[in-house]
């Protein structure tokens, strides 16, 4: 199987904590079915080392 090479973001919290470490997403959206925001970034060693942190934080 393929890996994506895109990373969905449903949280504010999150979405803020990439920001402020410099990390833009590409696009927003709106989920079909629960319409809930959700930000896309494109996956890179920064996202993946800021998103790792952000994990060990919780």
């Keep these: 199987m393929k890996q994506s ?3 969905p973001c449903y949280s504010i ?3 803020d904590f990439l ?3 410099g990390v ?3 696009l ?3 989920h079909p079915e629960t319409h809930k925001m ?3 970034y494109i ?3 920064k996202l ?6 952000w994990s060990k934080r919780e």
């Design 5 to 7: 090479k895109l990373f």
């Design 13 to 15: 919290p999150l979405r």
């Design 19 to 21: 920001t402020s470490h």
């Design 24 to 26: 833009r997403y590409e």
């Design 28 to 30: 927003v959206g709106l």
């Design 38 to 40: 959700f930000w896309v």
């Design 43 to 45: 996956k890179n060693e």
């Design 48 to 53: 993946n080392t800021l998103t790792s942190e």
